[in-house]
């Protein structure tokens, strides 16, 4: 023991004055022993735990602390002190019973330990040094064998100070830290153990023990016996992690957003782990990825590393989507969470969705409704293959998202970050409505390419003539486009192919130089008779893909993915080009780079029209092929971003063979996504309605078709409530539909700066009744645009909008009606919030497949003078 310090401690005993006189030394028993716990009782100051002298073995001691096991006291060093000391053991007054042991750490690093100490035996002296600990702990165990008589003494206990250093203060026993929104907070908790703990969302005791099993972000290997978020096989082949808490870091990006990170690290491998969380306060938004990094002497594998792994309590109702090509997002199902493990999951590699989407919402304490119940969405962003698992131990609920861990272990290399896929979580106490709202509020600040811009009204050519056109056909469709006031015309595939042309499905996908014959002078002169006639022109590619008939295939058929001993397995008559290899890299880059740079293109839709069945790269060695899933999907979001940077003017539409791409994972990169190939009204009003509690309608692009052959007026309304567009051949239309298109164009233009920003409110789900309705509110409160959409017969019962102001005055205009009926009754009224929220509006249709679209303004301050 430092001879100085010694004096000072025997020079206080010996004046009977506190050691804090002396800066540099002080009593344990000084701190405040509140903080302290203890098995049995409470700690005290310079006597055994039972009241008595502090006594062990014999021998007396006037200073110390008198605790019983289990304890712990925590104290706040800041790095200022020198050293602690004490004489441990089990205090007399146990009579020879009671086993115990005393554990000091300082940062997480346990500095000392005394090993089982037994009643009765001799005190053990402690002294370590506590250069630059900021934070000391001392805990008591109950030595393994219960904590009967476990009377533990930290004697003559002292810390030494650094001259003229803040004195130590004692912290409470468990280091915590929150995430909190507007209305949502999570706590974390540091355990005994050093790792990090999370009470579980939907109950609120701060005081119930953590459990083993309320680990936040578990490994797999050491001691976790539920489905974990990392499991990682170190460089030596341990397939364990222990991961403990080291700190945090919390930063305010600005007075909305802030940055926590917590660090973890293995103390058995140079193997650290970021828990990052993203905050959005008003909107009640976290984002939450984990980033994963190692110095061990070669890989480390990563075989799952969730990007999320938030507890709940039970009682828990999942509502998810299952779909199929043509069927995305028209089937919500809801069930209670019970106990095993449900999997929501997709394997399609280069796209999350065509069966099931990787977004979700969790209810707690029972099923929520539009405006009531406890919410928590959840959406992965990532375009791979994805695996959301909702793990009920009976106590809880443990929702884990992220890559699917499917074939896809990852090889981590030394100093390379492994960054996981973001995952959206939402929170509403107000029920799925407040929920959407809010994160249809982050998605256009965050979520997408300009969320703050309104969108042109577009005419594809799709369904008008498939792969059968050439450039005049296409310019003939352009004049009755600009009559009808459409904004942006969109060429779909069959452009391009010399060689091989692309008039079919089966041949062209890698050759993308214009066909000559179609367009003799390539693209140029189509995009210029767009732009002549005030139409913006855009373009369809799929980057990512080739036909074995292709000239590009035949050059370099290795550049494909596939099996070896495989026959290659196509589906559309199309293989995935491996986009791992450096050249397949450039060479997409180059072909986006050619088409976009046209003069004239501003809009482009990015498509993919096949899953990865045979996940096999001849670029990658034998020992890296389950790279490939992961290093795929990171390779085509660096082609996105740097589409995206190096075209900041043109516009992408998301589409993978419909609805494949939707996920927040590629949307950044693109203003909109198509939702599905099927444009039937009657199946889009349930699919609009599903992908609306997750995305912006600003995003969802809806085209009129002849689908399913419903009245155009229909068709129309359906489409003007999200981004409006056609794809028909106008020149071929009957002059009455004609009328109803170019009305819902122009009426679309009206509002949809409405629908755009607006507030959304479900208001009548169509998968429950005869109809379905929905209304879009300006953030102002000035204006109101009402849908309703009738499905099957029924009464024309009045339909109650959402989230208008009460005191406003509202006049009610029915937006382009169907020729031929009679219009709404309150026509031209004008009616309070209030009035119209209570007593509703009676809308024009009553029978199945008519729309009613009504807009309700109250001019610039909704006043009846302005009127
Ligand atoms: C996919 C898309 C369609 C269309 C065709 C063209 O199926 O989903 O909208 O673009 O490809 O081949």
Not at 434 to 451: Q, T, V
């Amino acid at each position: 023991m430092n001879s100085l310090f010694f004096k000072r401690m025997a020079l206080i005993v010996l004046l009977g004055t506190a050691p804090s006189i002396f800066a540099e030394s002080v009593w344990l028993s000084s701190l405040n022993l509140k903080e302290m716990t203890t098995g049995w009782s409470v700690a005290k100051a310079d006597h055994e735990i039972a009241g008595g002298p502090l006594t062990i073995h014999g021998k007396r001691f006037a200073h110390g602390v008198g605790t019983h096991a289990t304890s712990k006291f925590r104290v706040a060093l800041d790095g200022n002190a020198r050293r602690f000391t004490a004489e441990v053991g089990v205090d007399d007054s146990a009579g020879n019973q009671g086993s115990v042991e005393f554990i000091v750490s300082g940062d997480g690093k346990t500095l000392w330990d005394s090993g089982v100490l037994k009643g009765g035996e001799a005190a053990k002296s402690v002294s370590v040094y506590l250069a630059g600990v900021k934070t000391l702990v001392l805990r008591v165990t109950d030595g393994g064998d219960g904590e009967g008589n476990d009377h533990a003494d930290w004697a003559d206990a002292g810390i030494e100070m650094k001259d003229g250093a803040p004195p130590p203060v004692a912290l409470p026993p468990y280091e915590t830290f929150r995430l909190s929104t507007k209305s949502f907070a999570v706590t974390f908790q540091v355990g005994d153990d050093g790792r990090l703990y999370q009470r579980p969302i939907g109950t609120d005791d701060p005081g119930a023990k953590l459990l083993r099993d309320d680990e936040f972000y578990p490994q797999a290997g050491d001691g976790y016996i539920w489905e974990p978020a990392l499991q990682a096989v170190h460089n030596d082949g341990n397939s364990s992690t222990a991961l403990v808490y080291d700190g945090m870091t919390q930063t305010n990006e600005s007075a909305d957003i802030a940055l926590t990170r917590a660090h973890l690290h293995d103390p058995a491998y140079p193997f650290e782990v970021t828990l990052c969380f993203r905050t959005h306060h008003d909107e009640d938004v976290i984002e939450e990825w984990t980033e994963i990094r190692h110095q061990e002497p070669g890989p480390v594998m990563l075989e799952r590393m969730a990007s999320t792994s938030f507890l709940l309590t039970t009682n828990v109702y999942l509502t998810h989507f299952f779909g199929d090509w043509a069927k995305e997002m028209i089937n919500p199902i809801t069930e209670q969470i019970t106990p095993g493990t449900k999997v929501l999951d997709s394997k399609l590699g280069v796209r999350a969705d065509q069966f099931q989407n990787p977004s979700f919402i969790l209810s707690l304490n029972g099923r929520a409704t539009e405006t009531n119940g406890e919410v928590l969405a959840g959406s992965l962003a990532w375009s791979g293959s994805f695996q959301c698992e909702f793990d009920d131990n009976g106590q809880g609920i443990r929702a884990l998202c992220g890559i699917n861990p499917f074939a896809s272990a990852y090889h981590l290399k030394p100093n390379e970050t492994f960054v996981t896929p973001v995952m959206i979580w939402t929170w509403s106490d107000q029920g799925l409505g407040d929920m959407s709202r809010k994160l249809h509020d982050w998605a256009r600040d965050f979520g997408m390419r300009d969320g703050h811009q309104t969108r042109a009204v577009l005419l594809n050519n799709w369904e008008a003539t498939g792969f059968d056109f050439d450039f005049n056909r296409i310019v003939s469709l352009f004049d009755p486009a600009k009559e009808m006031g459409v904004e942006l015309f969109l060429l779909d595939d069959g452009w391009f192919g010399n060689k091989y042309p692309r008039i079919s499905d089966n041949a062209g996908l890698g050759d993308w130089q214009p066909n000559r014959q179609r367009f003799p002078k390539g693209l140029a002169p189509l995009a210029a008779e767009a732009v002549k006639r005030g139409l913006r022109f855009g373009i369809w590619m799929e980057p990512e893909m080739v036909n074995p008939n292709s000239v590009l295939f035949h050059e370099h058929p290795d550049w494909v993915i596939c099996q070896p001993r495989r026959e290659l397995e196509l589906q559309r008559h199309q293989l995935v080009l491996d986009l791992t290899r450096p050249a397949a890299q450039r060479f997409e880059w180059n072909t986006i780079k050619s088409i976009l740079a046209v003069p004239g293109i501003t809009y482009a839709k990015w498509d993919c029209n096949r899953y990865l069945t045979q996940p096999g790269s001849p670029y990658l060695p034998p020992d890296r092929q389950s790279d490939l899933w992961i290093d795929y999907g990171q390779a085509l979001y660096a082609l996105m971003d740097k589409t995206a940077r190096t075209f900041p003017d043109t516009e992408l539409m998301l589409c993978s063979g419909g609805g494949g791409r939707v996920d927040y994972g590629a949307l950044k990169y693109f203003q909109e996504f198509w939702p599905s190939d099927n444009t039937d009204p009657t199946v889009r009003v349930l699919m609009q309605w599903d992908y609306s509690y997750f995305f912006p309608s600003m995003a969802m692009a809806s085209h009129v078709t002849h689908w399913g052959n419903r009245p155009m007026h229909f068709a129309c309304s359906v489409a003007m409530s999200a981004r409006f567009g056609m794809d028909l051949d106008l020149t071929k239309l009957p002059a009455q539909d004609k009328a109803i298109c170019a009305g819902a164009t122009s009426a679309y233009k009206q509002i949809r700066d409405v629908t755009a920003f607006g507030n959304l409110y479900r208001l009548e789900d169509p998968h429950e009744g005869y109809r379905g309705a929905l209304d879009f509110v300006s953030q102002d409160h000035s204006r109101a645009v009402l849908f309703v959409f009738q499905l099957n017969d029924g009464q024309n019962m009045a339909v109650h909008p959402r989230g208008l102001d009460p005191a406003r005055h509202y006049t009610i205009h029915e937006l382009n009606p169907a020729p031929g009926r009679a219009p709404v009754p309150q026509e031209g009224q004008t009616l309070t919030g209030a009035e119209l929220m209570h007593d509703g509006v009676v809308p024009s249709c009553a029978h199945a497949v008519e729309a009613c679209v009504l807009e309700l303004d109250s001019g610039s301050n909704g006043s009846l003078e302005n009127k």
